[in-house]
């Protein structure tokens, strides 16, 4: 059942606000359980080559690859999931299937608690430091 005010898509009550990771962040309002999908974002549908085009020279991107030839470009979308934070050690997971970009809890998650997912590759290929404060963080995205 959709959450009130929100698209169906979006699962699980979440509050955009300041993160001490970097930036805005998106956070639990309610808890969520294991494997429980909490959302998803949805974009402008662009080429790999137009992604990576706009994405040269921004420290701050919101665009998935989800295909070798597809990205969805999320930067205009009002969808509060595009704002998750990277972290070394995330408590959620991003899931690309059939063009949808879904984020799924990877354990319990709190209300108020930062939800993040591990970036994995990344246009800044090593270049930009990690902010996320986990113990055992690799230092850079």
Not at 65 to 94: G, K
Request: net charge positive; charged share 30%.
């Amino acid at each position: 059942m959709p959450l009130a005010g929100h698209p169906p898509y979006q699962k699980r009550a979440v509050d955009v606000k300041r993160s001490r990771i970097d930036g805005f962040g998106v956070f639990a309002a309610e808890p969520v359980a294991p494997r429980l999908k909490i959302g998803e974002i949805r974009g402008e549908s662009i080429t790999v080559a137009e992604a990576r085009r706009r994405a040269e020279g921004q420290e701050r991107i919101m665009i998935v690859e989800v295909s070798h030839r597809r990205a969805i470009d999320a930067s205009r979308s009002t969808d509060p999931m595009r704002f998750t934070n990277h972290s070394c050690q995330p408590n959620a997971r991003l899931s690309v299937r059939q063009g949808r970009i879904e984020f799924f809890a990877l354990r319990a998650i709190e209300p108020g608690e930062e939800i993040t997912v591990d970036y994995g590759e990344t246009h800044h290929e090593g270049r930009l430091a990690c902010r996320c404060g986990a113990a055992g963080c690799v230092g850079f995205l």
